[in-house]
Structure formats: C-alpha cells, structure tokens
C-alpha cells in the first residue's frame, strides 16, 4: 500500500506544473483555465451517430514518441473505450449532505441487526495482551533479533525500533490496563465521548468523526468516520483480524500494484501466483460487494475490478508474506449510460503547501471481498448529482485531444533530465467518461461532472541507484486527463 502511495505522489508531481501554470510555450495548443472556463460550454448539433463516429475515434491509437535525446519516452498502444451514446451533457454536482441519516444508512448497509461498541474501550489492549507482547518482544531480544518489524536504520545508523524502550513503555502500559474487554454499546454517531488520557482528561467528545467496533457473525470489524477535513467524509470499515502481529505493518493491496511493477524495490507477481491466494469467486465476491452498497441507494455501480492480497511485513509483497486474497470493486454512478471514470487519485490536492482554501475530494467506493466476506471497505464524498447545464455539449474531436495530450505530456515532463536518466510512460488505455470538475476559490463543495479524456499506464524511471518498470497492463493511474469540451488539461490532484 505504501508503493500505492509512493506511485499517486509521483504522478502527482508530474503533473503538478500542470495546474500550477498560467501559460504554457506559445506552440501549446491549450487553453489556459479560469473561474469562467466551467461556464461557458455550448451545445452542439443533434445527431443520431454514436460518439465514435462523430468524433472520429478508433479502437486503438499506437504512438512512440522520443525527446530530450530519448531521456523522455511516451509510448502509446492503447484500447479506446467511449460510451455508446450518441451525446453527453455536463451535469452540476454537489457533496451529499453529511448528517445523521447518511450515517444510519451507511450503517444500515453493513451492519444491521449488529451490536456496535465504543472502539476506544473495546480495542484497549488488556493486562494479558500486553504480557503476550512484552513476553514476545523479549524472545526476540534473547535470539538476538534487535529490529523484529525490519523498520531499518537511521542515517547514524541506529535502529528506528527501539526495542527496550517499547518493553519498557507496555510493562508501564500494563499496569493499569483493564483485565479484559470493555464493551460499551453505542449507536454510530457524532458527539459521542471517548476516554483521553493524554489530555489530562477522562473523555472527551468527537463532534467530527466515530469510532467503533462492530460484532457480526462474519466476524468482527473496526468501523471508523472522519469529517475532519469538511466538506470530505470517508467511511472505513476493516474485519479484525487474529492471524498478525498487531504491531507489524500489514495491509490488503490491489493487484495492479503487483503484477505490473518490478525494480529496485518491487516484488512482482503473477496473476497465477495471486490466484492461489483467492478462495472464492469473481462472480461470488461481486454479488457480496453489489448486496451491500445497493442497500446504500446511492445510484453506485461496479466499475472495475481487481485482484486484492493482504500481507505483512516492511519488505513489500512477498509470497511468503501473504496471508490472504480476494478481490476488490470499484463502483462509480453511471449517469446516462455514462460511468464517472475511475482512477487512482483521490483528489483533494492543493496548488502549495500555503494554500489556504479547503479543497474536496472525490467519490470514491472500494468494497474488497475474501472467501470470508466483506474484508474492507472505504466510501469518501457521496455525490449529489444536480441538474443538466448543459444538454449535448460540444466535444472536440479525438485528433484535436490527441495533438493535446502528446504535447502536454512532453511539456510536463520537460525538466525531467534533472531527475531521472531515461523515463518511459506505457500508455495502455484511453477512456472518455464523466469527471469532476470544481472551482476551490468559489465554492468547495459543488461542481460540474464533464465529459474528461483519461490517458492510463505505467511509468518506467531510472536513475541514481534505482531502476523501476511499470507496464502499465493493470493501470488505474491516469497520467493525463483533459476536458473533453474545451481541451483544457485537469490536474487530477487538484480537482481542476
């Protein structure tokens, strides 16, 4: 998962001059973006020819181009997926209204008929769980094995895990910690009271977030909401599990991340070598996802899917690492028979670190499922869909936003011989859908869903002492979107 991380940073970065610039070279043929660009869309000509024929579009496009003397490469062979409609509108989009009704339905959805306890109280380790890491800990140290989660090295080369301090840190821990279990049932909410020792107090009062733990006959699940960040609110859901360590690092990870990577510090996987991980089917799995969030009502339908693999450890993915599979969907509104495109990025980015607008993320919905059920979930930003702006916009042609798209992955990438020695984009997928689209500086929580061209691969870099491949084959990272109206290059980070 911190590879996922890593990857979205990076490709963020790429394409950060993007939005930050107000002009491009003289020779770019895209509009600069202002507050008015989202407004003044037209409508174009009724047809009954489907987009692909108006606009020109093929089902593959192939292109290599080399600069910077072959330090930058962007090689194309990509499939071009479009809708089958003959039009597509723009639409005004909103963040959903977080109150306690989205709160029960979401609870609703997976935990109805379930008790749901206080996770604070219910999550404390008890006298006897400390005693079992402290007994733990100290076998480790008599065998000699100083650093047993591999957190590495400081640059004095002293161990990050300090593993006397933690011994010391649980006995102290252990003596007032309760003798088993404490569970306080509560109803999932805002401005429930939690205990809080560091601040000196007993309990205080979470008005912008909940924690809690849910007793299912699936098993049991951590049940976390955050609204710190308003307008973004994210639900997260997580099955406890028995079989780790609770102090080592240990996640589920999405496919693509493994099957297509591999370099200095990548581990990859065959699709083979996943599947042995997975006891349950696609078809299963999918029906398990599909029950729980149609019960939301939220109009949200599976867009992709993909395998998912949880594993432990600060080495990566390893096959000797791995405790489990499944799979994991990700569901986007189709408005229209129109999907909103999925990607990897979350949105919610600033321009700079003083910017002082509060940005808004995108909705997201990842539901991922083991031959033991529900495993994790995550919903962010449930939208508000609104009203039409504008019916049957006008769309630029496929060559205009291909001319686009090969001169602004060139102008993103022009500094890139100060960084790297030789980068190669592989570009595996070209996709016209619904993106979203918003104005920070003048509302950050409603926005425009516009048709937006997403140009998906993987990225291969070399340079000082790394080498790093990436087909690209599974990709969800989009490393270049561009509205399909006005040809104008939206920051995936940004949101605009």
């Known amino acids: 998962m911190k590879k996922k991380y890593i990857a979205m940073i990076a490709a963020c970065l790429s394409l950060s001059m993007l939005a930050g610039c107000e002009k491009t070279p003289e020779e770019a043929i895209v509009k600069e973006k202002g507050a008015d660009s989202i407004k003044g869309y037209e409508s174009g000509e009724q047809t009954d020819s489907p987009l692909m024929e108006t606009l ?31 039009a597509l509108n723009t639409y005004t989009v909103s963040a959903k209204e977080v109150d306690q009704e989205m709160i029960d339905t979401v609870t609703k959805a997976f935990f109805e008929g379930d008790k749901i306890y206080n996770g604070w109280t219910y999550n404390e380790w008890t006298k006897e769980q400390y005693q079992e890491q402290i007994t733990r800990l100290k076998k480790f140290k008599a065998e000699g094995n100083l650093d047993p989660y591999e957190y590495g090295k400081d640059e004095n080369g002293e161990l990050y895990y300090n593993i006397d301090e933690r011994i010391e840190s649980f006995e102290e821990d252990m003596k007032t910690a309760p003798e088993e279990t404490v569970k306080q049932e509560v109803k999932p909410a805002f401005g429930l009271e939690y205990p809080d020792g560091e601040k000196g107090q007993d309990t205080y009062v979470m008005n912008d977030g909940f924690d809690g733990v849910a007793e299912t006959k699936q098993g049991n699940y951590n049940y976390k909401i955050d609204y710190a960040l308003a307008p973004d609110i994210t639900f997260n859901i997580s099955k406890i599990r028995e079989d780790i360590d609770p102090q080592e690092f240990s996640d589920w990870i999405e496919g693509e991340f493994v099957m297509d990577e591999k370099g200095t510090n990548n581990n990859t996987l065959s699709e083979d070598a996943i599947k042995k991980y997975v006891d349950i089917s696609r078809e299963d799995a999918e029906k398990l996802a599909k029950e729980k969030i149609d019960k939301l009502g939220w109009g949200l339908e599976v867009y992709n899917w993909d395998y998912a693999i949880f594993y432990h450890g600060e080495g990566g993915v390893q096959e000797d690492r791995i405790l489990d599979g499944g799979y994991i969907f990700q569901f986007a509104r189709t408005i229209d ?27 997201i919905c990842n539901v991922i499922v083991g031959d033991d059920g529900i495993q994790k979930v995550e919903i962010v930003n449930p939208y508000e869909i609104g009203n039409v702006q504008t019916e049957n916009v006008k769309l630029m042609d496929f060559d205009s936003i291909i001319k686009i798209y090969e001169q602004m992955m060139e102008v993103s990438n022009a500094d890139i011989a100060e960084f790297e020695k030789q980068r190669t984009y592989h570009i595996k997928k070209i996709t016209l859908g619904y993106g979203r689209i918003y104005d920070p500086t003048t509302d950050n929580d409603t926005g425009l869903l516009v048709p937006v061209w997403d140009f998906f691969g993987g990225v291969d870099s070399e340079g000082d002492g790394y080498s790093d491949k990436n087909s690209g084959e599974h990709s969800t990272q989009s490393h270049m979107t561009i509205n399909a109206i006005d040809g104008t290059v939206i920051n995936r980070s940004l949101g605009y």
């Open 56 to 86: 020109g579009v093929p089902e593959h496009y192939s292109n290599r181009s080399e600069y910077e003397n072959g330090v930058l490469v962007i090689d194309t062979d990509a499939e071009v997926s479009l809708p089958n409609v003959n």
């Open 337 to 363: 028979k129109v999907p909103v495109t999925f990607t990897a990025d979350y949105g919610g980015g600033l321009e700079d670190m003083d910017s002082t607008l509060t940005p808004w993320s995108y909705e």
